[in-house]
């Protein structure tokens, strides 16, 4: 059994600056990607960030030099630097990690439950 747990999500004013975090848990050989989606209500769920195990990142066009994703391998999180926020980040984030029980079966995606980030004056 794995669990995703987010965290740092709430309410901030336009310009603002949020850090998200998720804790990896159970059983766990090792994590391959990790990311975060957001959904906005309304739309669809959207990739904002994804990180390898090797620290490669990638980031959404609309969130490139304003956030910012890490990992740390050891104690299995990820977390998101959320700078310069706009209304329209105003979103449920959601953790995301590709998990491998063992070194022998691919790994299988996992969800956060998600964190609310309001962007509003």
């Known amino acids: 059994q794995v669990q995703l747990v987010e965290s740092g999500g709430g309410l901030v004013q336009p310009g603002g600056s949020l850090r998200l975090s998720c804790v990896v848990s159970?059983?766990?050989?090792?994590?391959?990607?990790m990311g975060w989606y957001r959904q906005a209500p309304g739309k669809e769920r959207e990739l904002v960030a994804s990180?390898?195990?090797?620290?490669?990142?990638n980031y959404a066009d609309s969130v490139k030099g304003r956030f910012t994703i890490s990992r740390d391998n050891i104690k299995n999180t990820v977390a998101l630097q959320m700078n310069s926020l706009k209304p329209e980040d105003t979103a449920v984030y959601y953790c995301?990690?590709?998990?491998?029980?063992?070194?022998?079966?691919?790994?299988?995606?996992?969800w956060g439950k998600g964190t609310l980030v309001t962007v509003s004056s």
């Open positions: 990180i390898t195990s090797g620290h490669s990142t």
């Open positions: 995301n990690a590709n998990v491998k029980y063992t070194r022998w079966i691919p790994g299988s995606i996992f």
């Open positions: 159970g059983s766990i050989f090792s994590i391959n990607d």
